[in-house]
């Protein structure tokens, strides 16, 4: 295997993102045609390297069973009495990233194919498309927490400008919101990463560093440190690990997000334009996932163990009130934000059994959701481009007047609902059941928790088959008249050719999950082995 294929994954945006300042601007159609040869090069790679990637390279906590590693000294400064800087530029993918790396390429393919007709600024707005496409690659990538830090905040500047110039009406109010909730959490993960550099040494050097592979060992950590586990360190009458999961595992639950933090997620997809919708919902959700799993538990396992009952319960609320509040909304863009709430409460759920099944589900989840919300945030995005409102009141009988669109929204919502057959299904299941089997493996969540999220899943039905048979069945009536039966013209060879790929994923992985579940297996293994042993 070649290792610099994961450099070049993700520094490819970059350079067309140069490309596209040396075009001129007069040029408006030439930035779309780089910014789509790019996303399907990325794509492309990434699933060569899904391919390539061998099934038992758990990676987690040891550098050997990672794989494409690039693993580069990049910062040395002598500190005098604090010893040395270490900052190295570390790379490499295990089952737990390799199927979001390649999630996230396909997602952006998408969210590309629904800029096509973006005409205000091109050039700035797929510049900044690509520069996020870059950060999002790197942090999924990231094994020096330096590193990841920098990629995690790289993402906040171009979300904050994609929302607040070309968002809608209250673009400036959803862009700032958005900002802050990610601001904060990150401001004090910061310190976190601060306390954690000083408390670990590399073993080969001796040296503090920001690998976080060295973090997950206890051995590496400075007897007597803030965060050595020996030490009972406290502040503010907290144990030090608890505070330092405590404040990671805010900084990631806002991405993910969870009830209470989740309040800029429907404002931000509201007033958000289609592509960015698509990527907020697709990627940026499992960006804090995937935090959860990589960092928080991986450095903080005895923690984890410690607020597993928490952390169960919080999923729990998610999944029931995110449904909740979707079966009310009249916005159906704001009915699938709401979706999401819930759909993510389930990887919470899973991660918080601290089983295989159920972890290996909420892996699943994130997947399959990535590519499910993207094609239902893309399917609101075609009507809106049409009559410009989304009131799910204002539609009646749409399969009359659009069939072929009535066929993906149909799809759409039964894969995500969780019929069996499709990918929603499996990670769900897999979540119950890790959740159900939690209370005899390890005694920690109740089995009222399972019971509870499996309450979800049947909200999940009423909200989605209600919107269905409102705006889709029945004779034709709508708020526009005629104006609006003109303009409501059936879907373009363009959206079919962006929709189908992702309802075939949908069906694929719903049928056949073990092109995911072989992959991710190793990973989750180990990781419940570190989480639970260690």
């Not at 979300?159 to 109010?173: D, N, Q, V």
């Not at 995937?290 to 984890?304: K, M, N, Q, T, V």
């Not at 509870?452 to 088959?465: D, H, K, M, Q």
């Amino acid at each position: 295997m070649n290792p610099h294929l994961l450099t070049i994954l993700i520094f490819l945006p970059l350079v067309a993102a140069t490309v596209m300042f040396v075009v001129p601007a007069g040029k408006r159609n030439a930035y779309k045609y780089i910014a789509l040869a790019t996303g399907v090069l990325q794509l492309v790679l990434s699933g060569g390297m899904y391919y390539l990637f061998h099934p038992k390279g758990a990676g987690i906590s040891q550098e050997r069973l990672y794989q494409f590693v690039d693993h580069i000294p990049w910062i040395r400064l002598d500190m005098g009495n604090l010893g040395r800087l270490e900052i190295d530029y570390f790379i490499g993918v295990d089952g737990l990233s390799m199927p979001l790396l390649f999630l996230s390429a396909l997602v952006m393919v998408i969210a590309i194919g629904a800029s096509w007709n973006v005409q205000k600024s091109a050039k700035g707005y797929f510049v900044l498309l690509m520069i996020l496409d870059m950060a999002v690659m790197g942090v999924f990538s990231a094994l020096d927490f330096f590193l990841f830090y920098i990629f995690y905040e790289l993402m906040l500047l171009p979300l904050y400008f994609l929302i607040g110039i070309w968002g809608g009406a209250r673009r400036e109010y959803a862009a700032i919101k958005f900002f802050l909730y990610t601001l904060f959490g990150s401001v004090f993960m910061l310190l976190i990463i601060v306390g954690l550099y000083f408390s670990v040494t590399n073993p080969e050097t001796g040296a503090h560093t920001f690998n976080m592979l060295h973090m997950m060992d206890p051995a590496n950590y400075v007897p007597g440190s803030f965060f050595s586990a020996l030490a009972n360190q406290e502040l503010f009458g907290i144990p030090a690990r608890l505070l330092g999961f405590i404040v990671l595992f805010v900084a990631f639950a806002i991405k993910v997000p969870i009830v209470p933090l989740h309040t800029w997620l429907p404002d931000a997809h509201v007033e958000a334009p289609t592509p960015i919708s698509i990527i907020l919902a697709g990627i940026l959700l499992k960006v804090g996932g995937y935090g959860i799993l990589r960092i928080c538990f991986s450095i903080f396992p005895d923690a984890a163990m410690q607020s597993a009952w928490w952390l169960g319960l919080i999923g729990v609320v998610s999944i029931i009130y995110g449904a909740l509040v979707a079966l009310a909304q009249r916005d159906l863009k704001r009915m699938i934000a709401y979706s999401s709430v819930s759909h993510m409460g389930f990887v919470l759920l899973g991660v918080a059994s601290f089983t295989t099944e159920g972890t290996a589900g909420a892996l699943f989840q994130m997947i399959s959701h990535g590519f499910l919300s993207a094609a239902l945030f893309f399917l609101v995005g075609m009507l809106y481009d049409r009559v410009h409102d989304r009131g799910i009141y204002h539609f009646r009988g749409l399969a009359t007047l659009m069939p072929r669109y009535t066929v993906f929204v149909a799809i759409a919502f039964f894969a995500s609902l969780g019929l069996p057959g499709f990918s929603a299904f499996i990670g769900e299941v897999f979540v119950i059941i890790g959740a159900f089997n939690a209370e005899s493996v390890n005694g920690l969540l109740p089995r009222w928790m399972a019971i509870a999220g499996s309450v979800g899943i049947l909200l999940s039905a009423a909200y989605f088959l209600w919107t269905l048979q409102r705006m889709f069945f029945g004779q034709p009536r709508l708020k526009g008249g005629t104006a609006w039966s003109e303009a409501l013209t059936d879907a373009s060879p363009r959206e079919t050719v962006i929709m189908v790929p992702m309802l075939v994923l949908a069906l694929a992985l719903g049928i056949y999950p073990a092109l995911a579940l072989d992959k991710i297996n190793a990973s989750v293994l180990a990781l419940v082995e570190l989480i639970v042993y260690n």
